[in-house]
T-cell receptor, first 113, second 115 residues
Framework: GNSVTQMEGPVTLSEEAFLTINCTYT??????LFWYVQYPGEGLQLLLK?????DKGSNKGFEATYRKETTSFHLEKGSVQVSDSAVYFC????????????FGQGTELSVKP | EPEVTQTPSHQVTQMGQEVILRCVPI?????FYWYRQILGQKVEFLVS????????KSEIFDDQFSVERPDGSNFTLKIRSTKLEDSAMYFC?????????????FGDGTRLSIL
């Protein structure tokens, strides 16, 4: 079945450091891939998405590239800020299989000033 | 920007009682979902709903759970007889299908605490 695996957290970085959060997936067909972010006490917000191989999603300085050959969708940001502290979830969906989201376990990011 | 709203934000209920969680999806959306997140764990799919019927449900969504869209705006999740293990954050989500491949938009969740 479909699944998503993320790197273990928590990840602690200093402000302006480079961020990578690894995400790999297993899926049949042609899934769409997403990163959602959950700030403390809030719901899930869509951060970025990619719907086909080699697509790059980007938003708020974050980027992720859909790599079919390595079944990966790693999240990167060149310079993190304290306000980026949150839990990040990688997820996939197959729209022709009903559209439910399959989430990774989440990676907590803590950015220190 | 339109958003998904959920009420209440926190619900405390005695074990064995019925609970109804309410959601107002984005108005032109056609697909509706419930997910749950047990504290410290991943977000898990419960059920999807389209065209006034359940389109898919997970093994978590047993006979104690039901969903309803009683009017044109609300989408509810009912747990008939709550158990301690139902304590979790419950998220509602919706998406349109106007162009295909549209992402799901989530509400802020209802924290359900079973005593």
């Amino acid at each position: 079945g479909n699944s998503v695996t993320q790197m273990e957290g928590p990840v602690t970085l200093s402000e302006e450091a480079f961020l990578t959060i690894n995400c790999t997936y297993t899926a049949t067909g042609y899934p769409s891939l997403f990163w959602y972010v959950q700030y403390p006490g809030e719901g899930l917000q869509l951060l970025l998405k990619a719907t086909k191989a080699d697509d790059k999603g980007s938003n708020k300085g974050f980027e992720a590239t859909y790599r079919k050959e390595t079944t990966s969708f790693h999240l990167e940001k060149g310079s993190v800020q304290v306000s980026d502290s949150a839990v990040y979830f990688c997820a996939l969906t197959n729209y022709n299989q009903g559209g439910k989201l399959i989430f990774g376990q989440g990676t907590e990011l803590s950015v220190k000033p | 920007e339109p958003e998904v709203t959920q009420t209440p934000s926190h619900q405390v209920t005695q074990m064995g009682q019925e609970v109804i969680l309410r959601c107002v999806p984005i108005s032109n959306h056609l697909y509706f979902y419930w997910y749950r997140q047990i504290l410290g764990q991943k977000v898990e799919f419960l059920v999807s709903f389209y065209n006034n019927e359940i389109s898919e449900k997970s093994e978590i969504f047993d006979d104690q759970f039901s969903v309803e869209r009683p009017d044109g705006s609300n989408f509810t999740l009912k747990i008939r007889s709550t158990k301690l293990e139902d304590s979790a954050m419950y998220f509602c989500a919706s998406r349109s299908d106007s162009q295909g491949n549209q992402p799901q938009h989530f509400g802020d969740g209802t924290r359900l605490s079973i005593l």
